[in-house]
């Protein structure tokens, strides 16, 4: 996991001083609604971070355009990456919360060329808990999108 932890205050991140031009980076792309920049942690050559322009904390307080325009945005880092480092595969990461790996605390997802044996891991302790459970797993997720706004 990256090391590099942004505390600062909402309003005060360092990525909001990114999109406001108040501090250098190697930005490839913008539009509206997003930014994409070069990692300064490069894992691979042409690892980008693609960060919605508005501060927002984690995919739950996205807009609906948000989420779409992000999607976007990383499809055409990933489609340019695809031709300038010819890697052997693309992972997209997206963490939200301390928990789930968050290290600065305004929305973004890593956009990473992946080459084989790269040394990139993500442990996945797979589990197995049988159709009952995940039947009643299913069922409380169909109750949260039940009570849902719709968009
Ligand atoms: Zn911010």
């Known amino acids: 996991m990256p090391m590099f932890v942004d505390t600062s205050p909402p309003g005060q ?23 994409a920049f070069m990692d300064i942690g490069q894992v691979n050559p042409g690892h980008v ?13 996205l807009t609906p ?3 779409a325009a992000v999607m976007q945005t990383a499809q055409r880092v990933a489609q340019a990456a695809e ?3 010819g890697p ?5 990461f997206q963490a939200n ?8 605390f305004h929305f ?3 956009m990473l060329p992946r080459h084989v044996d790269d040394g990139m891991h993500l442990t996945w302790p797979r589990k197995e808990p049988g159709m009952a ?3 009643a797993y299913a069922d409380k997720l169909r109750t949260a999108l039940a009570a849902q706004k719709t968009n």
């Open 88 to 92: 052997d595969g693309i992972t997209l």
């Open 65 to 67: 355009a948000e989420c």
């Open 83 to 85: 031709q300038a480092f």
């Open 97 to 104: 919360g301390a928990a789930g790996g968050q290290t600065v």
């Open 13 to 35: 991140c360092i990525f909001c001083k990114l999109v406001a031009g108040e501090i250098p980076a190697a930005t490839i792309y913008e539009d509206a609604l997003t930014i």
């Open 49 to 61: 971070l693609v960060a919605t322009k508005r501060h927002a904390v984690t995919l739950l307080e």
């Open 133 to 135: 459970v995940l039947q």
């Open 108 to 110: 973004h997802l890593h």
